[in-house]
């Protein structure tokens, strides 16, 4: 069984081994996999459908949001993976591929260190997301698909009152 955890600081990890990290750049940020820098964008005039694109502006991602559960799609290049809530509680979902492989993933408060001036820092509440599941393989795509789920479940759940996540 995995322990991937997506942490405070924005990085996917398997143990000590980054998956995917994230950088400040552009409006919404960067996912980096392999090398390869992959920035968030926002697709259309209103709600949460993002993409992340690739350094030739190519999608490299999309996500779907669903229109009556909570939740929504992440079309890869070469795969689709399902992010859904669970019933009744706001702080657990599921990511599953078409390719039969399901992660849980729990989303638990976290406390970050913010510069606030020279020297200075303060705690921010942010948020991480815990991911327990089988993954037989953790491709690129695998490892930017659940990045950036992750990214969309955390930017969610910062809004005022909590935001629900996903979808």
């Known amino acids: ?68 559960v909570r939740g929504g799609r992440l079309k890869g290049r070469w795969s689709a993976v399902s992010l859904r809530g669970v019933p009744l509680r706001a702080a657990r979902w599921t990511f599953s591929s078409e390719s039969d492989w399901r992660i849980r993933a729990r989303l638990l408060a976290a406390q970050r260190l913010v510069g606030v001036g020279e020297g200075n820092s303060s705690p921010a509440r942010s948020y991480e997301v815990r991911l327990d599941g089988e993954l037989p393989i953790i491709s690129s795509e695998a490892s930017l698909q659940l990045a950036f789920g992750c990214w969309i479940l955390v930017e969610r759940q910062s809004l005022p009152g909590g935001g629900g996540g996903g979808g």
């Open 1 to 68: 069984m995995s322990r991937l955890v997506y942490a405070a600081d924005r990085r996917l990890r398997d143990g000590e081994r980054v998956l995917a990290d994230f950088t400040e750049s552009g409006p919404y940020g960067c996912i980096v996999v392999d090398r390869g820098e992959y920035e968030i964008a926002h697709r259309g005039h209103s709600g949460w459908h993002f993409r992340v694109l690739d350094a030739s502006g190519e999608s490299a991602c999309e996500y779907d949001p669903y229109r009556v």
